[in-house]
């Protein structure tokens, strides 16, 4: 493979740069109750949102769909993402993984239940009219475990 020139190095720190905010504003944007306008503007429209046991849902339309309802069980959440590893796969293409460690107040059954999920994420990007969206995130589950004493009915977004 052929070098990359000084141009090209700093565009694709630019594009790091732009990927990492992007998780961010991702991960903002759940911790303040799941708007699901700003979440599906995040990908593209062809996307795929794949949660494992919080279900796959393909295609702009359905991942707003899912982010519209999930705030009726999934009160409070606290996404800290962590140890991402961005790699170029082209100019507009990136494939990035993540670790996720949440804090989490889920609604079961009119009960508050402190919990903790530990997982990875699996992402693709890609660069759409000059802008970074997600095409793809996949998010392996470690555990989502209740805590027997925690801060569900204390914690505030």
């Known amino acids: 493979m052929a070098e990359l020139s000084l141009e090209q190095r700093v ?3 630019e594009s790091l740069e732009e990927i990492r905010t992007l998780k961010a504003v991702y991960c903002d944007l759940c911790d303040r109750g799941y708007e699901p306008v700003g979440l599906s503007a995040l990908f593209t429209e062809d996307a795929v949102w794949d949660g494992g046991p919080f279900g796959k849902h393909e295609g702009r339309q359905a ?3 899912f982010f ?3 705030s009726n069980s999934l009160v409070f959440a606290a996404h800290l993402v962590m140890n991402p590893v961005i790699s170029f796969i082209d100019d507009d293409t990136a494939e990035g993984k993540w670790r996720l460690w949440e804090p989490a107040t889920v609604n079961e059954d009119g ?3 402190s919990k903790i999920l530990l997982s990875a994420y699996e992402d693709v990007y890609v660069r759409q009219d000059g802008k970074w969206l997600v095409k793809s995130l996949k998010l392996h589950v470690n555990f989502f475990a209740p805590l027997a004493d ?4 204390i914690a505030v977004s």
């Open 68 to 70: 519209a309802g999930v």
């Open 11 to 13: 565009a694709r720190l």
């Open 63 to 65: 991942i707003h769909d």
């Open 150 to 153: 925690g801060w569900a009915g």
């Open 111 to 113: 009960k508050l239940v």
